[in-house]
């Protein structure tokens, strides 16, 4: 009977030495293993570098997207705007929705209204907002594309989000600035309207939305160069909105605009 237990713990033993035995490597495999996936799309949250990489997640995550939602806060080049003409036509053309929010400064770009003319006689709308947004592109309820920000700037690469949560919240930002957009229909208006173009002594503000914007963004202590990056224009146009705001007001001076811009009712106005 004794000999028959020994045998057996004997043996008890020699499996559970040999298991532990095992256990490196199987945790070595299972280290790859979770690195792996915060390689690849398994990863929730995910940083991706590379243009080529951002691009195939987009078109990817498009064949199945039953409705895809855009913010562009810069100007497309022409060079983008034919490389996506393609997909976005495959997405309208079997159904699925498309709704993108641009920057007001993109109505004056030929090469963005071809797009938007484009995509909105194929079912799209587009939509315009004064002052600046964060990039993002959202597919359905599921995954999302957004910039990287650093001190307030984007930069190059992407974050790739497959939290429901999270993408749920996303696409709750981007209605709060969709509703308060302007709809850009082609044909309707070649350039925006502004205050600047009105006669001395018309009625209504001296300011636009965009220039409220602007002042607002001077006034938080920003420089022009990143406020006129965040509006999608170059520094040179943002400085000659203020100078044609400056000669309407006949004012001399930026920081005498600025003192007007912080006593004026104008910085009450609500867009």
């Given at each position: ?200 002594g018309a ?14 963004g001077l ?49 009450l106005i609500?867009?």
């Amino acid at each position: 009977m004794a000999e028959a237990l020994r045998g057996s713990a004997v043996q008890t033993l020699t499996t559970v030495t040999g298991f532990l035995a095992q256990l490196p490597g199987f945790m070595e495999v299972m280290t790859d293993e979770f690195r792996r996936a915060q390689r690849t799309e398994t990863a929730v949250v995910e940083i991706i570098n590379k243009y080529e990489d951002i691009n195939g997640r987009l078109s990817r995550a498009a064949l199945s997207a039953q409705e895809v939602i855009t913010c562009h806060p810069g100007r497309r080049q022409r060079e983008l705007l034919e490389l996506v003409e393609e997909r976005d036509d495959k997405l309208l053309s079997r159904g699925a929705k498309l709704r993108t929010l641009y920057p007001a400064t993109n109505r004056h770009d030929d090469w963005n209204r071809k797009w938007v003319s484009f995509v909105t006689e194929r079912g799209a709308q587009v939509r315009t907002y004064p002052g600046p947004f964060p990039k993002m592109v959202v597919f359905d309820n599921r995954e999302a594309l957004i910039g990287i920000y650093a001190d307030g700037e984007l930069g190059a690469g992407a974050l790739h989000i497959r939290h429901k949560e999270i993408v749920g919240f996303l696409r709750a930002v981007f209605e709060l600035f969709w509703e308060r957009a302007d709809p850009w229909l082609p044909g309707s208006d070649a350039r925006a309207e502004t205050a600047e173009d009105q006669e001395d002594g018309a009625a209504g503000p001296y300011t636009t939305p965009e220039t409220r914007s602007i002042l607002w963004g001077l006034a938080q202590g920003k420089s022009q160069k990143l406020v006129a990056k965040e509006h999608g224009m170059s520094e040179r146009t943002l400085i000659s909105r203020l100078n044609k705001l400056k000669e309407r007001l006949n004012i001399q001076t930026l920081p005498a605009l600025m003192y007007w811009y912080g006593t004026s009712p104008e910085r009450l106005i609500q867009d």
